[in-house]
């Protein structure tokens, strides 16, 4: 997974005149001003970890790495596949490695499958072994058998995350915490809150709920960006106050389902890219989730921090 693929962080915009290389005509920039949310406000997600949060510092090469590896797997959930990307991904073999996380066993697992079910297609569409990642991916394009394979995969992503009625295993908090998984309720505006202190805003403001997890992930790859800004600049008490919103970020909005929407994932895809995409997603936000001392209890099925 070479961090030229991925130079973005999909799918925000943020602030489009300091950084006009993460434009992304789906998004557009917060207001300057909001009105931010009441301390007090009822039903307002937990703190789900009660201990005082840990915050192992990063440097700025670990955290360039993990920041690639989240906006990866922020577009993997949130954009629907299309022919030319995912033969871009085939084609240079991105799922080969990782620059983070691969010590985990469920992200090492996610590329093995997500990189098995690339040369599957690859061989399917009987492109040259001596064929350049370009010119690989050309003929990627033009194949009827690659093009079927994506037609699979949206068909698939369509099932698992968005669903003609109740998704197979929604990527939104909403659906798991709230109560008859209502949306647009407490968590969203928690989320949406949080993205506006960065100048960050959906383009589908109150049509579409800010707390999908490729969404939560984007935001959490802009936040690691921007810690590691910090540290290049010699910033470290801004680095560490970067640190600790991305500890409580995890841990109220990401952290509590994870586990049952990656089980969901896992019982319901049924292609090997799909199941990579599981299995690396929670892998990846497992490994990250150490920095800030939480590990996944297996026998509990739940995240919980080191005391």
Not at 1 to 14: G, I, K, V
Not at 187 to 207: F, K, M, Q, S, T
Request: aromatic share 12%; charged share 25%.
């Amino acid at each position: 997974m070479r961090q030229d693929l991925c130079p973005f962080h999909e799918p925000f915009q943020y602030r489009e005149e300091c950084f006009p290389t993460l434009y992304n005509p789906t998004l557009r920039r917060a207001p300057d001003r909001f009105t931010p949310l009441p301390p007090d406000l009822p039903g307002a997600p937990p703190f789900l970890f009660s201990e005082v949060p840990m915050n192992t510092p990063f440097d700025s090469d670990t955290l360039a790495a993990a920041e690639v590896c989240f906006a990866v797997a922020s577009q993997l959930l949130y954009l629907e596949p299309e022919i030319a990307p995912v033969a871009e991904q085939v084609a240079s073999r991105q799922f080969a490695s990782a620059p983070f996380g691969e010590g985990n066993d469920d992200e090492r697992q996610g590329l093995h499958l997500l990189d098995g079910w690339c040369a599957v297609a690859l061989n399917a569409s009987e492109v040259p072994e001596e064929a350049s990642a370009d010119e690989a991916a050309a003929r990627l394009v033009e194949s009827p058998a690659f093009a079927e394979a994506v037609a699979e995969l949206r068909r698939e992503w369509l099932r698992l995350f968005v669903g003609l009625g109740t998704p197979e295993a929604s990527c939104l908090e909403s659906f798991y915490v709230e109560p008859n998984s209502h949306m647009f309720g407490k968590n969203v505006i928690a989320v949406r809150e949080a993205y506006r202190r960065h100048g960050l805003e959906i383009e589908r403001l109150h049509r579409e709920p800010d707390d999908h997890l490729g969404l939560m992930l984007g935001f959490l790859s802009r936040l690691m960006a921007e810690e590691r800004e910090a540290v290049e600049a010699g910033d470290m008490q801004q680095g560490a106050a970067l640190a600790d919103e991305q500890d409580a970020f995890l841990t109220e909005h990401v952290l509590p389902w994870l586990a049952p929407w990656r089980y969901a994932v896992e019982k319901y895809a049924r292609t090997d890219y799909y199941r990579g995409v599981g299995a690396f997603v929670f892998g990846l936000i497992a490994c990250y989730a150490e920095r800030f001392g939480i590990r996944f209890d297996g026998k509990a099925s739940a995240f919980k921090r080191r005391k």
